[in-house]
């Protein structure tokens, strides 16, 4: 990364968006990890399970419209320390209060959705600093934060084995308040901002039927990773009898392929074209599914089909991003935005789906199946839009996508 890039923006603020993000993204995950050791302790179904990991999921996911809006009406430094606040809140209220029915879990969920949410926010701090030439690397190092959720697979269930699944909440308070006081200290607003966008705009967005290809495209990558990554925990205990910390462990693995794959897919895409990069990524992705789904007896063997699916998916993440600005140069905001939106619908589905398919056959091969199909599903909808995306985005967009 040569020195322009250094001198162009403002790198405390540029650390701080990336911290903010990366520790809200871990506490955003925290109930996956622990999800065996509190179904054991409140008696959860597989289903209430399923549905306790995806409500921070669906949260996030409609949080992060409402983030956004706040963090242009008011500025981006201070939707994020009220996000931040919020989540410190209810983290101390389950720690001090404790969590003891099934619907407490859920309402933690809920509120753990403004981690979720960070990515509205993180994003725009950071990337208003810098000119066009450098907004790649500056989201880049932005969204790396979604590599937080591999902190909370790898720790989560161990300090729970040490100390209790209640206690991990009060842990977690340790590096989030540090977080708070260095983004408080160190973030600062773009002195140039953008105008906000209006509810008027994302209705013209949506009146765009390109815009629920990108939708749909992302509800299958992202969704899919942050929906499986809720769910494994749950799955390695169940198919394969693994203890939680072991859980954690083969869960942490395929979270941090999917994590460094992100920008490595974006990197790919740029080099390839993004069209061509999402269909081999959806390829192996749903080919990996699929095989998981028939039920393997070594657990070994599905780890590493779990984690060859995971980097298709990041790379799939970083892949559709990179299609993005090049079919909505004016409108990335507002697309973001909804894409962002439909990326936490789509990990909802996909973890509560997995809990009540389970919950109603005793297996997981089915939802297994019906995620592998939806990934064949964008496989010919990407492969079938190109052709019109040829002659409607115009030579420069072309170019860039090599379609």
């Not at 991990?168 to 260095?182: M, R």
């Not at 095989?291 to 995971?310: K, Q, Y």
Request: charge should be positive.
């Amino acid at each position: 990364m040569n020195k322009s890039f250094w001198k162009a923006g403002h790198t405390p603020t540029l650390f701080a968006a990336f911290l903010y993000f990366d520790l809200s993204f871990m506490v955003w995950y925290v109930l996956g990890p622990l999800a065996v050791q509190i179904a054991t302790d409140l008696e959860l179904t597989a289903q209430q399970r399923g549905l306790m990991v995806a409500t921070p999921i669906l949260a996030g996911a409609v949080l992060r419209f409402f983030m956004g809006l706040l963090a242009d009406r008011l500025s981006p430094k201070t939707a994020g320390l009220v996000g931040q606040v919020v989540v410190i809140t209810a983290l101390f209220c389950a720690w001090q209060i404790g969590i003891s029915s099934y619907e407490q879990t859920l309402l933690l969920g809920l509120f753990l959705g403004f981690a979720g949410a960070a990515f509205a926010v993180s994003l725009p701090l950071a990337s208003q600093w810098y000119p066009p030439e450098h907004q790649g690397k500056a989201m880049g190092i932005a969204g790396a934060g979604n590599s937080g959720t591999v902190l909370a697979a790898l720790f989560a269930p161990g300090l729970a084995a040490l100390f209790g699944w209640q206690n991990v909440f009060g842990w977690a308070l340790i590096p989030l308040l540090l977080t708070l006081l260095i983004f408080a200290a160190l973030a600062k607003n773009a002195p140039e901002r953008p105008k906000p966008k209006s509810m008027a705009d994302y209705l013209k967005a949506l009146g765009d039927r390109d815009s629920w290809w990108f939708m749909f495209f992302y509800s299958v990558t992202f969704g899919g990773f942050i929906g499986l990554a809720s769910a494994l925990p749950g799955y390695f205990n169940d198919q394969y009898g693994l203890n939680p910390v072991t859980a954690g462990y083969y869960t942490a693995a395929c979270v941090c392929a999917g994590s460094l794959m992100r920008p490595l897919g974006g990197a790919l895409a740029d080099r390839i074209g993004g069209i061509r990069s999402l269909l081999v990524m959806y390829s192996v992705a749903s080919l990996s599914i699929a095989a998981v789904g028939f039920n393997l007896s070594s657990s070994t063997v599905a780890l590493a089909l779990f984690v060859t699916a995971m980097l298709g998916l990041g790379a799939g993440n970083g892949a559709v991003f990179q299609l993005v600005p090049q079919r909505f140069r004016r409108e990335i905001g507002v697309m973001t935005g909804l894409i962002g939106m439909a990326g936490g619908i789509g990990g909802f589905l996909l973890a509560a789906g997995l809990g009540a398919i389970k919950q109603q056959t005793g297996d997981y091969q089915l939802a297994l199946w019906f995620f592998a199909s939806l990934g064949v599903l964008a496989w010919f909808g990407l492969y079938s839009v190109k052709r019109r995306w040829r002659t409607t985005w115009g030579s420069a967009a072309v170019t860039a996508a090599r379609v």
